[in-house]
């Protein structure tokens, strides 16, 4: 229904602090293309991309690939979208976009943006093993009912470290959590060696936030927050 997921969009006031945070935490950069006015970059570790844009846009959107934006918009309507913003024209880039209840953005936009990056082995990035993109919701069930209605899975983790719902695609997982215990949209990761991970990416210069979301101990994970406010949880698979 959204199409294929294409990346975490964020904003970012210098793109060049951006860059150089992840490429410490060991993602690497994507070919762009020139569908953007505004300076912009992606990093991947392989499974989920970011794309920094520094641009006007304050908030974090969920950017999704469907072509023919025009011809889908009267599917998204039937299903109760109300569009933030509509750019389509036969000269220009065409994207929609609108607003989940809990505020955060989706846009689908006619193309890629970039070339499919390429992994630099089975390691990934020193994060570990991406797993979803996590998203505050005011009420998990109408949340889970709403990413149902775009073709996703819901299931309930009510036994995870962080309580939550995960909605499952062919191209992304979406988890919803209490917003008590998220307050942003967040890129959530396992290891299996949070210790070492940690070490390795205190190595390059970069240190973990002192408090942890929601009921987390000390030493379950670790939380990295990027120049541009993007936050990055880094769990443990199990007690080390």
């Known amino acids: 229904m959204l199409g294929r997921f294409l990346e975490l969009s964020v904003q970012t006031p210098d793109i060049g602090a ?6 410490k935490l060991g993602f690497f950069q994507a ?36 072509p ?37 953005l989706i846009r689908v936009v006619e193309a890629r943006t970039f070339s499919p990056p390429k992994t630099r082995g089975p390691e990934g990035s020193s994060c570990g093993y991406f797993l979803e993109i996590g998203l505050p919701a005011l009420d998990l069930a109408a949340a889970k009912s709403y990413w149902e209605r775009f073709g996703f899975v819901g299931m309930d983790e009510p036994d995870a470290p962080l309580p939550h719902v995960c909605c499952t695609s062919d191209t ?52 990295y927050v990027a120049p541009e406010g993007t936050a990055i949880l880094i769990a443990a698979q199990s007690d080390e």
Request: proline share 5%.
């Open 68 to 104: 023919n934006v025009l011809a889908s918009l009267p599917e998204f309507e039937s299903l109760g979208v109300e569009f933030a913003f509509r750019c389509l024209g036969a000269d220009r880039f065409n994207e929609i976009g609108w607003a989940l209840p809990s505020g955060q």
């Open 172 to 223: 992304i997982d979406i988890g919803l959590y209490e917003s008590r215990d998220l307050r942003a949209p967040t890129l959530l990761f396992e290891t299996g060696s949070l210790t070492a991970n940690v070490a390795r990416i205190a190595h390059r210069g970069i240190e973990p936030e002192r408090r942890l979301p929601g009921a987390l101990k000390p030493g379950a994970a670790a939380l």
């Open 31 to 66: 070919d762009v293309g020139e569908a953007w006015q505004h300076p912009y970059a992606v990093v991947s570790d392989g499974r989920v991309c970011i794309g920094l844009h520094q641009s006007e846009e304050s908030r974090a959107m969920l950017t999704f690939v469907r």
């Open 18 to 23: 951006s860059l150089e945070f992840y490429e």
